[in-house]
Nanobody, 120 residues
Framework: QVQLVESGGGLVQAGGSLRLSCAAS????????MGWYRQAPGKQRELVAT???????NYADSVKGRFTISRDYAKKTVSLQMNSLKPEDTAVYYC??????????????WGQGTQVTVSS
C-alpha cells in the first residue's frame, strides 16, 4: 500500500509565502513523476507543477516565477515553495505521484489535499 501525505497548508496574506511538503510511504520500488495540483471552489483540478525522476520541472503559466517545486529522492518527498502568493492561489492543493510498487506495477496516487487560503 502506498500513501501520499501532505503538510504545510494554511492561511497567509497576499504577498506572503508558504511551503507545502508531501511524503510518499509504503511499498515503493521507484517514483517517477511527482507533482502538485490544485482545485479552487467551483473549478476543475489543475496542474500547478511537476518534477520528473530526472529533475525536469514543469509549471503552470500562472505560477511561473513564483512557485518552485523540488524533490528529496532519498526521503521520497516533494515540496512546493510558494512565494508572492495571490488570492487567486486559494485552493486545495493535492500531491500526485506515479509510483512503481514493483518493476512491473505502476499506479498513480493522490494525497488527501491541503488547504491554502490567501487573503487580500
Amino acid at each position: 500500500q502506498v500513501q501520499l501525505v501532505e503538510s504545510g497548508g494554511g492561511l497567509v496574506q497576499a504577498g506572503g509565502s508558504l511551503r507545502l511538503s508531501c511524503a510518499a510511504s509504503g511499498r515503493i520500488f521507484k517514483i517517477n513523476v511527482m507533482g502538485w495540483y490544485r482545485q479552487a471552489p467551483g473549478k476543475q483540478r489543475e496542474l500547478v507543477a511537476t518534477i520528473t525522476s530526472g529533475g525536469s520541472t514543469n509549471y503552470a503559466d500562472s505560477v511561473k516565477g513564483r512557485f518552485t517545486i523540488s524533490r528529496d529522492y532519498a526521503k521520497k518527498t516533494v515540496s512546493l515553495q510558494m512565494n508572492s502568493l495571490k488570492p487567486e492561489d486559494t485552493a486545495v492543493y493535492y500531491c500526485n505521484a506515479d509510483i512503481l510498487s514493483t518493476l512491473l506495477s505502476s499506479n498513480n496516487y493522490w494525497g488527501q489535499g491541503t488547504q491554502v487560503t490567501v487573503s487580500s
